[in-house]
C-alpha cells in the first residue's frame, strides 16, 4: 500500500460542532486539518499556513462563501476549493465553480464522496504546482541558455 | 310576457273544490300551462314525491291537511319549490301568515286568471333565478378550494424548503460524528472491544436514517426554484426520450412497453428544460411503479397554438378515489418509505404552477392513471 501523503485541509463553516466533527474525521483519515468559523478567519488562516484545499460553507452570516471564495482565488489562485452547500439551490454551487471552484458537495455529504473530491481536488492541486515548477525550470533554462 | 313559454316547468295545483279546479286548471292550459292537479294536501305531498314539481298553487282553505299545514311540508322537503297561496278574500292574514312560512305571494279568490298566470310566471323565474344562484355558488366553492388548494400547496413549499434546508445543517453533524465514531470504533486499539459489533450496529443505523432524512430534504431542496431559470427551446419528444433512458433498467425489469403517440418532429416549446425533465421523471418514474410486469404505458400529446398537453397514461394499480384529492400534498404516499418520500407529484404541481402550466389526473383503481400535464408553448 501506498504511504498516504496528508493533504492540508482547511474547513470553513459557521457550525462549530460540524466543523469540529468534520475535522476528527479527516484527521482520523490522515489529513492535516485547519479550521475557521467565518471567512475572515479562513482567509487569516490561508495567510499563515500552506493550505491545499479549502471545504467551505456556502451559507455564512457577514462574508459569505461565495465572497470568501473570490477572496481566495484572488490571493491564492491555485488552492482548490471544494464548496459544501446545505441550500438545495445548486446555482450558487455552480456560479462558484464558475469562479474557481474544485467541485460542490450537499451537506449531509457522504463521506466517500468527500473523500473522491478532496483526493481529486488535491491531485489538481499538486499537478498544477507541478507545472508551474517545470515551467520555472525551463524558463530558468533558456534564460541560462540566453546568457 | 310570453304566456306560452315552453319552459318544461312543472306546475301542480291543489284544491278541494273540483270545479274550481278543473276550471282554473282549463283556462292555464289555454295559456300554455298544464297542471298536475291534487285534491288535499295529502295528495299534493304523494304527487311532488313521485314527480319533479317547481311552483305549487295551493288552496289555503282544505278540510283534512289543511294548507298551512301543506306548504310547511313542502318547504321542509323541497326548499327550491315557489308555493303561490290561495286565501279567502276575507283572510288576507292567511297569506301574510303563509310567506312568513316561505311562500312565494298569495292571492285572493276568486282569482283573476292573468293575475294567476302573471305570479305563476314570476314563481318560475324565481326558482330558475335560485337555481342559478346555487351553480353560481357551487361553482364559487369550487374555484375557492382550487385556489385555496393551490395556495396551500405553495405556502407548504415554501415552508417545507425552509424547514429542510435548516435541517441539513444538523443532519450533517449527526452524519459526522456518527462516521467519525465509526472510525474510532474501527481503529485498530479498540479491537479488543468486546462491544463492539453492538455499537457499529448502532452507528450504522444511524447513518442509514441520515440518509433516509438527506433524501427527503434533498429531494424537497431539489425543485426550488432557480435564481436565473434558463428558459430554451425544449423538444418535448427528446426529452422524454431522454428521461426514458434513465429509467431504462426499471423499463427492461419490468418489460414495460411504451406506445409513443407522439408526432416526434412536433411539440416545441418555450421553458426550462431541466424543470420539464424533472417533471417527466417522476411522472414517468410512478408510472414504471404502478404497472406490474409487462405493463404499458402511453404518451400521447395534443397541440394547439398557444399550448402542449402531455398525457402520460399507465395500465397499473390505479388510484383509489378517496385518495385522489391528496395526491399532490407533501408527504402523502401509499409507497413504504424506502419506495418513495411522498414528494414526486408535490414537487411535479409545484414546477407546473412555476412554469404556468397545469396537471390533470384521472385514474381508475385497478385500470390505471392518467396524468395530463398542459404548458404554454412560449411559456407564459
Redesign the interface.
Given at each position: 500500500m501506498m504511504i498516504k501523503i496528508p493533504a492540508k485541509v482547511l474547513i470553513v463553516d459557521d457550525e462549530k460542532d460540524f466543523v469540529e466533527m468534520f475535522s476528527l474525521r479527516l484527521e482520523k483519515q490522515g489529513e492535516k486539518v485547519s479550521t475557521a468559523h467565518s471567512g475572515r478567519e479562513a482567509l487569516e488562516v490561508l495567510e499563515h499556513e500552506p493550505i491545499d484545499v479549502v471545504i467551505l460553507d456556502i451559507r455564512m452570516p457577514g462574508m459569505d462563501g461565495i465572497d470568501t471564495l473570490r477572496q481566495i482565488k484572488k490571493r491564492y489562485p491555485i488552492v482548490e476549493v471544494i464548496l459544501l452547500t446545505g441550500h438545495g439551490s445548486t446555482e450558487t454551487a455552480v456560479e462558484g465553480m464558475k469562479l474557481g471552484a474544485f467541485d460542490y458537495l450537499m451537506k449531509p455529504a457522504d463521506f466517500e464522496e468527500i473523500k473522491i473530491k478532496l483526493e481529486n481536488a488535491r491531485k489538481r492541486k499538486d499537478e498544477q504546482e507541478e507545472r508551474i515548477r517545470q515551467a520555472e525550470v525551463r524558463l530558468l533554462i533558456r534564460r541560462s541558455g540566453d546568457i | 310576457m310570453n304566456n306560452r313559454n315552453d319552459h318544461k316547468a312543472n306546475l301542480l295545483l291543489v284544491d278541494d273544490e273540483d270545479g274550481f279546479r278543473t276550471t282554473i286548471a282549463k283556462r292555464l292550459g289555454k295559456r300554455g300551462f298544464v297542471p298536475m292537479q291534487a285534491v288535499s294536501g295529502e295528495s299534493c305531498l304523494d304527487v311532488m314525491a313521485r314527480n319533479p314539481v317547481d311552483v305549487v298553487v295551493l288552496d289555503v282553505k282544505m278540510p283534512g291537511m289543511s294548507g298551512m299545514d301543506t306548504l310547511k311540508a313542502i318547504k321542509q322537503s323541497y326548499q327550491k319549490v315557489q308555493v303561490i297561496l290561495l286565501t279567502g278574500n276575507v283572510a288576507v292574514s292567511d297569506g301574510i301568515q303563509g310567506i312568513k312560512f316561505g311562500a312565494f305571494d298569495y292571492l285572493t279568490k276568486p282569482v283573476e286568471i292573468d293575475h294567476l298566470v302573471n305570479k305563476i310566471n314570476q314563481a318560475f323565474e324565481m326558482t330558475r333565478l335560485e337555481e342559478e344562484k346555487q351553480k353560481e355558488l357551487v361553482y364559487r366553492a369550487r374555484l375557492e378550494k382550487k385556489m385555496v388548494d393551490t395556495e396551500r400547496l405553495v405556502s407548504l413549499g415554501t415552508l417545507s424548503?425552509g424547514i429542510?434546508?435548516e435541517i441539513?445543517?444538523p443532519?450533517?453533524?449527526?452524519?459526522?460524528?456518527a462516521?467519525?465514531m465509526q472510525?474510532?470504533i474501527n481503529?485498530p486499539e479498540m479491537s479488543g472491544f468486546a462491544q463492539k459489533e453492538a455499537l457499529l450496529m448502532g452507528i450504522g443505523k444511524i447513518e442509514k436514517s441520515?440518509k433516509r432524512a438527506?433524501r427527503i430534504?434533498?429531494q424537497?431542496?431539489?425543485?426550488?426554484k432557480?435564481?436565473?431559470t434558463q428558459f430554451s427551446e425544449v423538444h418535448l419528444a427528446a426529452l422524454l426520450s431522454e428521461t426514458l433512458g434513465l429509467l431504462k433498467k426499471e423499463l427492461e425489469d419490468k418489460q414495460i412497453t411504451i406506445d409513443w403517440k407522439i408526432d416526434k418532429a412536433k411539440n416545441k416549446l418555450w421553458s426550462d428544460p431541466y424543470q420539464i425533465r424533472q417533471v417527466l421523471m417522476n411522472l414517468l418514474n410512478n408510472a414504471v411503479h404502478a404497472v406490474k410486469k409487462n405493463g404499458a404505458i402511453t404518451l400521447t400529446t395534443c397541440e394547439t397554438d398557444d399550448a402542449v398537453t402531455l398525457e402520460i397514461k399507465d395500465n397499473g394499480i390505479g388510484i383509489a378515489k378517496e385518495n385522489l384529492g391528496r395526491i399532490f400534498d407533501p408527504f402523502f404516499t401509499t409507497k413504504t418509505f424506502d419506495e418513495g418520500t411522498g414528494l414526486g407529484l408535490f414537487v411535479v404541481h409545484k414546477i407546473l404552477s412555476g412554469l404556468n402550466g397545469q396537471i390533470k389526473v384521472e385514474s381508475t383503481l385497478g385500470e390505471g392513471s392518467a396524468f395530463m400535464i398542459k404548458l404554454p408553448k412560449n411559456g407564459r
Open positions: - | 424548503t429542510a434546508h441539513n445543517n443532519l450533517a453533524i449527526i452524519n459526522e460524528s462516521g467519525f472510525q474510532v481503529s441520515v438527506r430534504t434533498h424537497l431542496l431539489g425543485h426550488v432557480k435564481q436565473d
